[in-house]
């Protein structure tokens, strides 16, 4: 099978095993600092695919290129998500990280062909039921009450008051959960600590304990069915197993809360730091819809998704794939693939329009975020970014631009803090 290559100014890979000198680690410091820096050094060592060890020093390939990503995402007969098939599982520690997202679980994220098509169905007939403009309005009333609990002050900190909050309590809404009190928190925090391994517990016993919450959600819906996400999953003709219904909840819960926030949080922060925006940034909407645009372009909340695993031989970048390998999509190298935007551009000078959805922010293929997912999305950060520019027009960095720092992760991208002030407002 021919790999989908095309004239790009690439070097000839330098080896055909993921571990040999040059490996480069898939996290650290500079992940977090500068990751499109990076992303363009491995581009320039090693071309569209470079081979990584991710923690523990397991071996895999990292797919940089956005023909090479989408080619992995379309060709199932080629790179599957059936993570049993990993070559490296007798290298994998009991303990490891990333366990809870690599081993293999009944969710949807992990099934194949018929299985994922009907279990995908499931899921988007759920989704499909939601009323978007009575998602807007929840939102809008969810953000003027957030808005209205530190106004007066003058200064927040909005990712722990407002970017993450919002999404939390959309989430809980349509999923048929109470949204505010200590349940609902510990849900949002144990959900951060899975993905990010940066809280007090390792990844795995968070995650077990988000299990904990929404298999208690699924046993509520079976006793006691509601007009929400979880109860027309749960009536589906389908017939989900509870299991099979725990697993795919989490994944929506993750994607509506944890990725939206970081999409609303990185939005602000493009919002309040960049010129382009200035003149703008009081609630214009087309400069709102241009800024969360690009920051799935340029700054994508998932930066990198583990993973496709090799059905056979094959080549992809000019690399050899063995069987069982590992292949992590760098969805956000992908985006900034200079093979796709003019040369020397980096993607703010014009050329990324609100309009231009090319991006591969949602995924490709049959494992894309499934419809309507991306459009309630929008709905939910649209409505917090525009509410708090019009309530709080002034709104400025209480810290200089660079003082701003990321979470711990390779797999997504989001601000551990976005201090802020502005003119208290006086009810």
């Given at each position: 099978?021919?790999d989908?290559t095309g004239?790009?100014?690439?070097?000839p890979?330098?080896?055909?095993?993921?571990?040999?000198?040059?490996?480069?680690?898939l996290?650290?410091?500079?992940?977090r600092?500068?990751?499109?820096?990076l992303?363009r050094?491995?581009?320039?060592?090693?071309?569209p695919?470079?081979?990584?060890?991710?923690?523990?020093?397991v071996?895999?390939?990292?797919?940089?290129?956005?023909a090479?990503?989408a080619h992995?995402?379309?060709?199932?007969?080629?790179?599957?998500?059936?993570s049993r098939?990993?070559?490296?599982w007798?290298?994998?520690?009991?303990?490891?990280p990333l366990?809870?997202?690599?081993?293999?679980?009944?969710s949807?994220?992990?099934?194949?062909?018929t299985?994922?098509q009907v279990r995908g169905a499931?899921?988007?007939?759920?989704?499909?039921?939601?009323d978007?403009f009575?998602l807007?309005?929840?939102?809008?009333?969810?953000?003027?009450?957030?808005?209205?609990?530190?106004a007066?002050?003058?200064?927040?900190?909005?990712m722990?008051?407002?970017?993450?909050a919002l999404?939390?309590?959309a989430a809980?809404q349509l999923?048929?959960m109470?949204?505010?009190?200590?349940a609902?928190?510990?849900?949002?925090?144990?959900?951060?600590?899975?993905?990010d391994?940066?809280?007090?517990?390792?990844?795995?016993?968070a995650?077990?304990?988000?299990?904990?919450?929404?298999?208690?959600?699924?046993?509520?819906?079976?006793?006691?069915p509601g007009?929400?996400?979880?109860s027309r999953?749960?009536?589906?003709?389908?017939?989900?197993t509870?299991e099979?219904?725990?697993?795919?909840l989490i994944?929506?819960?993750?994607?509506?809360?944890?990725l939206?926030?970081?999409?609303?949080?990185?939005?602000?922060?493009?919002?309040?730091?960049?010129d382009?925006?200035?003149?703008?940034?009081?609630?214009?909407?087309?400069s709102?819809?241009?800024?969360l645009?690009?920051?799935?372009?340029l700054?994508?909340?998932?930066?990198t998704?583990?993973?496709?695993?090799?059905?056979?031989?094959?080549?992809l970048g000019?690399?050899?794939?063995?069987?069982?390998?590992?292949?992590?999509?760098?969805?956000a190298?992908a985006?900034?693939?200079?093979?796709?935007?003019?040369?020397?551009?980096?993607?703010?000078?014009?050329?990324?329009r609100?309009?231009?959805?090319?991006?591969?922010?949602?995924?490709n293929?049959e494992?894309?975020?499934?419809?309507?997912?991306?459009l309630?999305?929008?709905?939910?950060?649209?409505?917090?970014?525009?509410?708090?520019l019009?309530r709080?027009p002034?709104?400025v960095?209480a810290?200089?631009?660079?003082?701003?720092?990321w979470?711990?992760?390779?797999?997504?991208?989001?601000?551990?803090?976005?201090?802020?002030?502005?003119?208290?407002?006086?009810?």
């Open positions: 099978m021919n989908p004239t790009a100014p690439y070097p890979p330098t080896a055909a095993c993921p571990v040999h000198e040059g490996a480069v680690r996290g650290g410091p500079e992940f600092r500068a990751p499109a820096e992303y050094s491995l581009r320039h060592r090693h071309g695919v470079a081979p990584v060890v991710l923690d523990g020093a071996p895999a390939w990292l797919v940089l290129g956005y090479e990503v992995v995402a379309a060709h199932r007969e080629l790179f599957g998500r059936d098939r990993w070559n490296q007798s290298a994998v520690p009991a303990n490891w366990l809870p997202f690599v081993g293999h679980q009944p949807a994220g992990f099934t194949e062909e299985e994922h499931v899921v988007t007939v759920a989704l499909e039921a939601v978007q009575e807007a309005h929840w939102c809008r009333r969810i953000a003027d009450g957030l808005i209205n609990s530190f007066g002050s003058g200064q927040a900190e909005l722990a008051v407002y970017a993450h999404p939390m309590r809980v999923c048929g109470t949204a505010g009190g200590v609902t928190e510990e849900l949002v925090r144990d959900l951060r600590n899975s993905l391994g940066a809280g007090d517990d390792d990844p795995p016993a995650y077990a304990r988000v299990q904990e919450r929404i298999q208690r959600l699924v046993e509520d819906k079976r006793r006691l007009p929400d996400v979880t999953m749960l009536t589906h003709p389908a017939g989900l509870d099979q219904a725990v697993q795919d994944t929506v819960l993750t994607s509506a809360q944890q939206t926030a970081d999409w609303i949080g990185n939005t602000l922060r493009l919002l309040l730091t960049d382009r925006f200035a003149l703008n940034v009081s609630g214009g909407r087309l709102v819809g241009q800024a645009n690009e920051v799935l372009w700054d994508t909340p998932i930066q998704v583990t993973g496709r695993w090799a059905l056979r031989d094959t080549t000019g690399r050899s794939i063995r069987a069982g390998d590992c292949v992590v999509l760098g969805l190298a985006n900034t693939d200079p093979r796709i935007w003019p040369e020397g551009h980096d993607g703010r000078d014009g050329h990324v609100a309009e231009n959805a090319a991006h591969l922010s949602f995924g293929g494992h894309r975020c499934p419809y309507p997912a991306p309630l999305a929008d709905v939910i950060a649209r409505t917090a970014v525009e509410t708090l019009e709080l002034d709104v960095l810290v200089e631009p660079e003082e701003l720092t979470r711990p992760s390779v797999w997504r991208r989001g601000l551990t803090s976005l201090p802020v002030r502005f003119t208290p407002v006086v009810r």
